[in-house]
């Protein structure tokens, strides 16, 4: 299924899913025995399935709380998750982006999976404007994938792993690279270099939906980024070094993870300027529209200003 978070024509945001072309406000087709939002909804989800079933039986457009696609918008499937963890799991790019600082991959990167907690109150959904920082003349994209997690767990295993994901979305990591490079420097961060913006969706794709691309603990999906209709990023998820279930067990260590959490797997290779060079294509700036796509889990779309 692909839940979604989407605003309606009288102004109230709400949560549901797509069928046939159709978005879903689950809690008025329910009467509201399902939540109105998705937080609330993973925190439970378990519970509301077998009634979520029982409504997928007869849906239709004339039906209560079912809308076309044209008569709402779609915003980030989770507009404010608990928690955002971005790892760093693609060797590609840690070997171009340091190699671009004149440094190699440290042997530490190859023996634990690591990850900095981004800004969660500054999502961003499909179709928003993101604005520049006004300190940044270097603005970047980040082509990633995110999972969400959907079931408590505490010191998981990577082989339990699996069962606490619940889905997963585009992310866009958008970063101030010459902020970020100033405060780096510092041996702390990144910090206000990535806290200003955030994109995740257009939905939250359930793993069942991505079950024909699994290949072992990894799935086969082409990652692309285009700006302004160009094409400058292309790689696939299989290329990733750390598994999601690798990721999930590192950050898990010795703390509790929540349903409505994401963990962003970092870029990857060829997935931002900083990597392809200046050459290839200038910083982002004002006006320019940034899409990702991503096998399975549909376009992500962003203008600057």
């Known amino acids: 299924m692909k839940f979604i978070t989407f605003k309606k024509t009288d102004g109230s945001t709400k949560a549901g899913w797509m069928e046939n072309g159709l978005a879903v406000d689950m809690e008025e087709l329910s009467d509201g025995k399902l939540p109105g939002d998705l937080l609330t909804f993973l925190k439970?989800?378990?519970d509301?399935?077998?009634?979520?079933?029982?409504?997928?039986?007869?849906?239709?457009?004339?039906?209560?709380?079912?809308?076309?696609?044209?008569?709402?918008?779609?915003?980030?499937?989770?507009?404010?998750?608990?928690s955002v963890r971005d790892f760093y799991a693609f060797e590609d790019h840690v070997k171009t982006a340091r190699g671009k600082r004149g440094l190699e991959v440290v042997p530490e990167w190859y023996q634990i999976p690591v990850f900095y907690f981004t800004n969660h109150l500054a999502i961003k959904g499909p179709g928003d404007t993101i604005k520049k920082p006004e300190k940044c003349d270097w603005l970047d994209y980040e082509l990633e994938i995110a999972c969400v997690i959907g079931k408590q767990g505490r010191n998981v295993t990577k082989e339990q792993a699996e069962d606490h994901i619940f889905g997963y979305c585009i992310m866009n990591d958008w970063s101030a690279r010459d902020i970020q490079k100033q405060e780096m420097k510092v041996g702390l961060?990144?910090?206000?270099?990535?806290?200003?913006?955030?994109?995740i969706g257009p939905w939250l794709v359930t793993k069942d939906e991505l079950t024909s691309y699994r290949r072992k603990d990894r799935y086969n999906l082409e990652m692309v980024a285009e700006v302004n209709g160009k094409l400058l990023s292309r790689g696939n998820l299989l290329d990733i070094h750390y598994s999601f279930a690798e990721m999930i067990e590192r950050a898990s260590e010795e703390v509790t993870l929540y349903p409505g959490e994401i963990i962003g797997s970092g870029t990857?290779?060829?997935g931002c300027i900083l990597e392809l060079g200046t050459e290839v294509h200038r910083w982002l700036k004002p006006g320019d529209e940034v899409e990702l796509s991503i096998t399975g889990l549909g376009k992500l779309s962003n203008r600057i200003i």
């Open 48 to 82: 509301y399935y077998s009634q979520i079933e029982t409504l997928r039986k007869d849906i239709h457009l004339s039906a209560k709380g079912v809308y076309p696609l044209e008569e709402i918008e779609l915003r980030a499937p989770i507009p404010c998750p608990v």
């Open 189 to 199: 961060g990144p910090a206000k270099g990535k806290d200003f913006a955030t994109s």
């Open 268 to 270: 990857v290779g060829t």
């Open 44 to 46: 439970s989800h378990q």
